[in-house]
């Protein structure tokens, strides 16, 4: 991976699979907003992965990690990017927003501010859901006992 996203589990547990983007453009590094690793992303009803934009309280359909460093060349020229799609696998990453979260918390997708851009990472699960949140997992590890990184493990459940 990364210096964003790190595997904490064996990788031949989990299944990559290439996916389209619905916006290409996200995978060129000098793109205002590019894609970094570990971000999540949604499925959409086309079958490519989008940004997505749900409710503050979280993501409602389910939402993958992108699994590969920025600029990539080879994810450019074909216009798709790995993601971790099967497989339950345990995480560190700094696309999140820890605030609140605490040890055995479930965790969704939703956006958080990274270097002052806006992406799609993981915060606590909502004190009031909305209703239809995906969690995405578990925290197993806390940001200031893991070199700022929350470590998680994946297993998605609906509200």
């Known amino acids: 991976m990364g210096p964003n996203f790190k595997l904490v589990s064996e990788f031949q547990t989990i299944h990559r699979r290439p996916f389209e983007l619905a916006v290409p453009a996200l995978l060129n590094p000098n793109n205002a907003n590019p894609l970094l690793d570990g ?38 020229a074909i216009g798709k990017g790995p993601f971790l799609y099967m497989g339950d696998y345990e995480a560190d990453t700094l696309i999140m927003d820890a605030t609140g979260i605490t040890l055995g918390m479930k965790v969704v997708v939703a956006n958080v501010t990274i270097a002052t851009l806006t992406r799609r990472g993981l915060v606590r699960w909502p004190a009031t859901p909305a209703g239809g949140e995906v969690s995405v997992g578990y925290v197993t590890r806390l940001p200031a006992t893991n070199n700022n990184f929350l470590r998680f493990i994946r297993a998605f459940s609906a509200a």
Not at 46 to 64: D, E, I, L, N, Q
Not at 66 to 76: I, N, S, W
Request: aromatic share 14%.
């Open 39 to 76: 971000e999540f992303l949604e499925l959409t009803s086309a079958y490519k992965m989008a940004r997505g934009t749900g409710p503050s309280t979280g993501a409602t359909v389910p939402s993958f990690a992108y699994a590969a460093e920025r600029g990539r060349y080879e994810t450019q």
